[in-house]
């Protein structure tokens, strides 16, 4: 027997954590943690143990398929499928122009820069500007907030050098998502058992809010009263850095007008927490030298996105926890260059407003991309300009997009629906064409998207020169006709006779990415390691070094001293932005939401064994998690008289959905802790035992939204709660 162990670079989720695959008669056996690893220190998640499972797994598609005309599918060879594709886009732009053509770019895109980049060029190629992603309806109120509020270009002080970490609707330790780094619980661990303090507000009494020196468990839809709550106790108490704020902020007089309604008492009664409490936490954190705030999809999803994530800089704005000039920056690059390292802001930039302008609801593009909330309604509304096809990339719309039951209408309705993924997905099954393929054990793959998401805010990327990039360890199963996605992009631009210029990842600079920029051979094609190279052009590390560190290194680049504001320099952040400040206004003027006829809220959550809505069929994911449930609050269950076990309808103004009941006393009273991306197609039968309900389906796309991202209300959605056929037997 033959053993033998190889790295690689997870790319299940964003984290890209260094893991090890056992080979043993060249068949992976078991897949671990690298413990010799400078950066993840051993840290996996059982999700992205079962990568050597994945290729082998019933679901996984072995072969691209094709939409018969009986609505069945039958396998078709990648390069027909290339081909009928691009004949099909052709036609279509012929006919009703460049835009009738969109691409929406899901998670699994994001992790795969070579598929962006050729997507993107793809798009280009033919003229259509019609590119959408998930993050308009996850987190879009991160990159507006920082046009309102503009950006620091130093960055903010390394996870080891905080005093105090404010988490707001966000669970480290489950999703990964920034706040803590990676391997985050070793993390808290070591910043609690240095002093480091830890306040959380949270509907849930998450995993990071058990280690939380004070947990606020605040009504769902409250985080921007509680938020403008600390900033007002912090300007009356002095425990502002007013030195900073003179010398790098406009806008305090506005921001102190505005929050000046939030007393303790006037926020207590809104989130439903005790003043003392509120006080207290706002004084633990006002009085840290050095510290942090993260924000997650929870208040991002819960109508005041964009609030919550100004009030983080700004917050981080009034404490001054911004890198100042002679801090370090421990990072200066590897896979991807970042921002000069300045003590100053370039100010605000716009934030929406510019680009392709949608047909619908008066939505432009923004910071953040174009309002994917918008496109359904693009699809279904007649007229020039309307969109004919989709292409989606590593996204699943029919369980990640909000109001399923449009969305579904939306995808019945186009001309050509094509999906790149490696499993027949809920949106696959109404595709036209699936593309098969490769997975990560087939794939190389590196870490240069969780260096590129560093930027993001504090506790993301890598906090030192630390880089990994890992070779294909197995080939795709024997019979098998799997592609890379960058390849039938390619194949498509070769069928229609289109040039491919691809741009580079390897830096924030726009101008300096148009010049890294790389015009593709359409003759000769490129291979894989070809590809990275072009994606990542410029890197402060070329990309071959890199290679040569399949198990991870920290490369020997000296940390990058913050240099002082430039003489001259007019920029400044902007803490009292006109917008942020009348949506305050409008929060103090009103009074919480009343319970009315929908008395609960659906808030969502990540789950320790699923990720989004990938890969729940398989067994040992299964096993830990075979559906998905409503969490509730004890107390709730038995005041509606609903046993653990049961299912449970729950109803929205928009529809119904049914989830088996669980109890979980961690979840605040009044609320339902469901994950969205579970549940299947409106026209497929749904067993709530092994499906789970879609949260979807429980929004409207054209009520409740944000003007600028288009996302509606995804979290904190108003609901009734009975057990299934309660109302019938009532009846």
Not at 250 to 259: I, P
Not at 393 to 405: H, K, S
Not at 469 to 490: K, R
Request: charged share 20%; net charge negative.
């Amino acid at each position: 027997m033959t053993r033998e162990r190889k790295p690689i670079v997870c790319r299940v989720c964003h984290a890209q954590c260094a893991l090890l695959v056992d080979y043993e008669d060249g068949q992976p056996v078991a897949v671990h943690g690298d413990k010799d690893n400078p950066a993840f220190f051993g840290y996996s998640c059982i999700k992205g143990r079962q990568i050597a499972a994945l290729p082998y797994l019933p679901s996984r598609l072995t072969h691209s398929l094709k939409r018969q005309s009986d609505g069945s599918y039958a396998p078709i060879a990648s390069d027909s499928a290339a081909a009928e594709i691009a004949d099909k886009i052709k036609a279509l732009v012929d006919e009703y122009g460049p835009r009738s053509v969109a691409l929406y770019i899901g998670t699994f895109g994001f992790n795969n820069f070579s598929a962006q980049g050729f997507a993107l060029a793809f798009m280009q190629a033919i003229g259509s500007k019609m590119v959408f992603t998930s993050v308009t309806i996850d987190q879009p109120g991160k990159g507006i907030a920082t046009g309102l509020h503009g950006p620091w270009m130093a960055g903010v002080p390394d996870v080891d050098e905080w005093d105090a970490l404010l988490l707001v609707g966000t669970n480290p330790i489950v999703s990964m998502n920034g706040g803590l780094g990676f391997n985050p619980a070793r993390r808290l661990h070591e910043a609690k058992k240095r002093g480091m303090k830890l306040v959380v507000i949270d509907p849930r009494e998450t995993d990071c809010a058990k280690h939380a020196d004070i947990h606020l468990q605040a009504r769902p839809g409250e985080d921007p009263a509680l938020l403008a709550g600390f900033a007002r106790l912090w300007i009356e108490e002095g425990l502002i850095d007013r030195a900073f704020i003179a010398e790098n902020a406009d806008g305090f007089d506005a921001l102190r007008a505005a929050v000046a309604p939030f007393t303790p008492e006037a926020v207590a009664a809104r989130a439903d927490v005790m003043a003392e409490d509120l006080v207290a936490a706002a004084r633990m954190l006002g009085r840290a030298e050095r510290g942090a705030i993260s924000a997650g999809t929870g208040p991002n999803m819960s109508g005041r996105g964009n609030l919550v994530e100004y009030f983080v800089r700004s917050l981080t704005t009034l404490r001054g926890w911004w890198r100042k000039e002679g801090d370090i920056r421990r990072n200066p690059g590897v896979l991807i260059e970042p921002t000069p390292a300045i003590a100053a802001s370039p100010g605000p930039v716009p934030a929406w407003g510019f680009g392709e302008k949608l047909r619908v609801r008066g939505l432009t593009e923004c910071i953040s991309g174009l309002p994917t909330a918008g496109l359904a309604d693009e699809i279904l509304t007649p007229g020039e300009g309307q969109i004919k096809a989709l292409i989606c990339l590593g996204g699943n719309p029919m369980l990640a997009w909000p109001d399923q039951l449009k969305t579904h209408e939306a995808m019945k309705a186009l001309d050509l629906l094509v999906c790149f993924d490696p499993r027949h997905s809920a949106t696959g099954r109404l595709a036209h064409y699936n593309i098969a393929v490769k997975l990560p054990l087939e794939l190389e793959g590196n870490t240069a998207l969780s260096e590129f998401i560093g930027t993001i805010g504090a506790g993301w990327g890598y906090p030192i020169p630390y880089a990994q990039a890992t070779p294909p360890l197995a080939a795709p199963p024997p019979g098998s006709d799997v592609v890379e996605e960058w390849e039938t992009f390619y194949a498509m631009a070769q069928r229609l006779g289109l040039k491919l210029r691809v741009k580079s990842f390897a830096t924030f600079d726009p101008k300096r990415a148009a010049e890294l920029s790389t015009d593709i051979d359409m003759d000769a094609k490129p291979s894989e390691t070809d590809i990275w190279r072009v994606v990542l052009n410029g890197s402060p590390v070329p990309y071959d070094e890199v290679l040569k560190h399949p198990n991870g290194h920290v490369f020997e680049r000296q940390g990058v001293p913050v240099a002082p504001k430039p003489p001259g320099w007019t920029g400044k952040l902007q803490i009292g932005a006109g917008v942020m400040m009348e949506e305050l206004r409008q929060i103090a003027a009103a009074p919480p939401p009343a319970a009315g006829d929908y008395p609960l809220r659906v808030i969502s959550r990540r789950l320790h064994d699923a990720h989004n809505s990938n890969w729940h069929e398989a067994p040992a994911l299964r096993r830990r998690q075979p559906t998905n449930p409503a969490y509730m609050n004890p107390e709730d269950m038995a005041a509606l008289g609903i046993a653990e076990g049961d299912v449970v309808d729950v109803e929205s103004a928009r529809s119904t959905i049914q989830c088996v009941a669980e109890a979980a006393p961690d979840v605040r009273r009044g609320c339902v802790s469901i994950t969205h991306a579970w549940g299947a197609n409106p026209d497929e039968t749904i067993d709530p035992h092994t499906d789970g309900g879609n949260t979807g389906r429980l929004s409207f796309d054209d009520r409740d939204f944000d003007p600028y991202s288009g996302i509606p209300i995804m979290s904190a959605i108003p609901v009734r709660v009975r057990r299934a056929g309660a109302l019938a037997a009532a009846e």
